[in-house]
C-alpha cells in the first residue's frame, strides 16, 4: 500500500523559515518522480514543485522560485521542501503527491503551514 506522510509544517512570522518532509513507503521510490502541492484556505490546489526519481531535475512554480527547495534522499525514501523567506500568502496545507504534475495522483494527508506576524 503506498503511503506518504508529510510533516515539519508549522506557525512561522514573515521572512521565516521551514523544512517539509514527506515519507514514502509501499512503492521503489527512486522510481518515480515526486512534487508538492498546496491548498490555500479556500482555494483549489495549486502546484509548488517536483523532482525527478533520480534527483537531478527540479521545477518550481514562479510563486516560489528562488525561495522554496525541492530535494530527495532515495536512501532514505524522503522527500523534502525547504521554505525560504515565507510570505502570508504561502500559508496553506501542503501535500507530497506521487507524480511530476497530477492533481488526481496519490497524496499524503498533508501539512499545515502558517505564516503570521
Known amino acids: 500500500e503506498v503511503q506518504l506522510v508529510e510533516s515539519g509544517g508549522g506557525l512561522v512570522q514573515p521572512g521565516g523559515s521551514l523544512r517539509l518532509s514527506c515519507a514514502a513507503s509501499?512503492?521503489?521510490?527512486?522510481?518515480?518522480?515526486m512534487s508538492w502541492v498546496r491548498q490555500a484556505p479556500g482555494k483549489g490546489l495549486e502546484w509548488v514543485s517536483a523532482i525527478n526519481g533520480g534527483g537531478s531535475g527540479t521545477a518550481y512554480a514562479d510563486s516560489v522560485k528562488g525561495r522554496f527547495t525541492i530535494s530527495r534522499d532515495n536512501a532514505k525514501n524522503t522527500l523534502y521542501l525547504q521554505l525560504n523567506s515565507l510570505k502570508t500568502v504561502d500559508t496553506a496545507m501542503y501535500y507530497c503527491?506521487?507524480?511530476?504534475?497530477?492533481?488526481?495522483?496519490?497524496r499524503g494527508r498533508g501539512t499545515q503551514v502558517t505564516v503570521s506576524s
Open positions: 503527491a506521487k507524480a511530476w504534475y497530477d492533481f488526481t495522483a496519490t
Open positions: 509501499g512503492f521503489i521510490f527512486s522510481y518515480y518522480d
